[in-house]
């Protein structure tokens, strides 16, 4: 399956209004605008947010999750990233580990776990094993449970440890090896790139260690 193929299969799917999560807005066709032709370093997000036409990929919104990760790429490793086109070109690439939104009570709330395990084996482990990344870093705790649920298929090896944690306090800063396919590939753990967030600081560090076990 190439990529168009993968990308369309998302935006047709309805898996979770069959199997009745209907807290879910799918199908959604918030897909990249790119593909990931030389994609070294893969960034997992969490979901696209609720009631906004376009995230990340599209140069027409002021997409705080894309304005955050480009100043901390600018600041803090002296990228000059200012467009999606100049963040693949670096070989970096971002993708969402549940791909519609979910609501609650009419406003954007986190994946449930039963939608983020659908997701993540329906779509993301067959995205990340169509790129092979080297090195991939998890934003946030649903990209963390999303891990979780595929850590088994891509034969996982923790660093040190075989306890990854289940809260992200715990399993930040983590370094984890693991085979995709035929591609050895390391994960790193680290936070939501939000200011608001007090160990916003410690997002970089893990950049930094990542790209330094890989060389990237």
Not at 47 to 52: D, G, K, Y
Not at 185 to 208: D, M, N
Request: aromatic share 10%.
């Amino acid at each position: 399956m190439n990529w168009v193929e993968i990308q369309d299969r998302i935006k047709q799917c309805k898996k979770c209004k069959e199997e009745g999560f209907y807290a879910v807005r799918c199908p959604d066709d918030r897909i990249p605008t790119s593909e990931p032709r030389n994609a070294k370093f893969l960034f997992i997000s969490e979901a696209p947010p609720l009631n906004r036409r376009y995230y990340f990929y599209h140069e027409n919104t002021n997409d705080r999750l894309r304005n955050n990760l480009f100043e901390l790429l600018r600041s803090d490793f002296g990228y000059e990233i200012n467009t999606i086109k100049d963040f693949v070109a670096e070989g970096f690439f971002l993708l969402p580990t549940v791909k519609c939104p979910s609501a609650r009570n009419g406003r954007n709330t986190a994946p449930p776990g039963k939608v983020i395990k659908l997701c993540a084996e329906q779509h993301l482990k067959r995205e990340i094993e169509y790129i092979k990344p080297e090195s991939v870093c998890l934003l946030g705790l649903t990209a963390l449970h999303g891990f979780l649920t595929l850590r088994n298929g891509l034969d996982i090896r923790v660093q040190g440890s075989m306890d990854i944690g289940r809260t992200l306090s715990e399993a930040a800063g983590k370094v984890l090896e693991a085979k995709i396919l035929d591609t050895n590939a390391k994960f790193i753990i680290s936070y939501w790139p939000t200011k608001r967030h007090r160990k916003f600081h410690q997002i970089s560090e893990h950049i930094r260690l990542l790209m330094e076990e890989t060389g990237f």
